[in-house]
């Protein structure tokens, strides 16, 4: 079955995971970092946030989340009755890996007394530990909004925590977490590639280091940044996320000159990929479509906890 599915051309297979997803009653979610051929072939492609509330409002019988795993638990935890399928469970993220349970559970008991404000970017147990969840789209005003007398713990992204603390003036205790991708952006390569191009204007992720965020014109989630290069008057755009995104933004933007910001690494391409995003291909969407595995199991127990912060977000929103 695998190898014949191999052979099959590229929008053969597309057609024959539209099909399946027909007949079985499948919506099919992916990330602005998927592929472009699964983006194609998605129902809705979005930023977290706007996925979480696509997955919230899901009728179908199955989720197929082309994403990472956060994401998909996410999914499930927003609408229990749905399978949850996951093309690949090795889909992780340095974010939500890196903050394991037990040693968030010892942070929060250090630190009584805090509002735990966690970026979705974490596992169901991190978010079942926090009493408010946000995403890139949202973190600012989310705390902004919190009782300023009462201390705030912010994990796990320290990046995206700073960025918070510039935009609000407020003070906030971080877990030191980081994404492996935007991290890697070189800023000596950056400020050259902005020199080269003069009138490019340089749109950040807000998970990307202080000094990208200092001399970016803009700062938001995925959904933000291609919202501000639509819009946007300049012919030429730098963009610091991950590169997948730059399918959609030229969809999006058709007439624009976009350029990928360079990471340190990379001299060949001059973009940066996430590892983790990257592992969902077309082939295995289908076959987690076509054998409806591997599904995301959360016990009951920890989907009756981490729903309430997650609820209290999309109510904010
Ligand atoms: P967005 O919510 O902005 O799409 O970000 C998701 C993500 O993982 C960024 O690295
Ligand atoms: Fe996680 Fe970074 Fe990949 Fe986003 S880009 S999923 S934050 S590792």
Redesign the pocket.
């Known amino acids: 079955m695998i190898t014949t599915e191999k052979k099959k051309n590229r929008s053969a297979l597309q057609q024959e995971i539209k099909e399946l997803a027909r007949q079985k009653n499948a919506l099919i979610l992916a990330?602005?970092?998927q592929y472009p051929e699964i983006q194609e072939i998605a129902d809705f492609v979005?930023?977290?946030?706007d996925?979480s509330r696509k997955a919230k409002a899901a009728d179908k019988e199955i989720i197929v989340f082309a994403g990472?795993k956060f994401?998909a638990e996410t999914a499930k935890i927003l609408n229990p009755n749905r399978k949850v399928l996951l093309p690949d469970l090795a889909a992780g993220?340095s974010?939500a890996d890196n903050c394991p349970p037990d040693k968030f559970a010892e942070f929060v008991a250090a630190h009584p007394g805090h509002t735990v404000v966690t970026y979705?970017?974490c596992s169901a147990e991190i978010k079942a530990m926090s009493d408010i969840i946000c995403?890139?789209?949202n973190a600012v005003n989310i705390v902004a909004s919190l009782p300023a007398d009462k201390p705030i713990i912010f994990a796990p992204d320290a990046n995206l925590g700073r960025y918070v603390m510039k935009q609000t003036g407020g003070q906030l205790v971080l877990w030191n977490g980081a994404?492996v991708?935007?991290e890697a952006f070189s800023i000596e390569k950056l400020v050259k590639l902005m020199t080269d191009h003069p009138t490019a204007r340089l749109v950040a992720?807000?998970?990307s280091e202080t000094h990208i965020l200092d001399i970016a014109d803009f700062v938001?989630?995925?959904?933000?940044?291609i919202d501000f290069i639509k819009s946007g008057k300049n012919d030429t755009y730098i963009v610091a996320?991950?590169a997948g995104i730059l399918h959609q933004m030229q969809l999006e933007a058709p007439g624009k000159t976009l350029l990928a910001a360079p990471s340190h690494e990379d001299n060949s391409c001059a973009c940066s990929e996430?590892a983790f995003?990257k592992v969902n291909t077309l082939e295995k969407l289908y076959r987690s479509l076509l054998n409806e595995t591997p599904a995301i199991e959360l016990s009951p127990e920890l989907i009756k906890k981490a729903v309430l912060p997650l609820e209290k977000m999309l109510q904010f929103t």
């Open positions: 990330h602005y970092y979005g930023d977290s946030l996925l990472v994401m993220c974010l979705i970017n995403t890139s789209s994404c991708v935007h992720h807000p998970e938001g989630s995925t959904r933000k940044m996320t991950e996430c995003m």
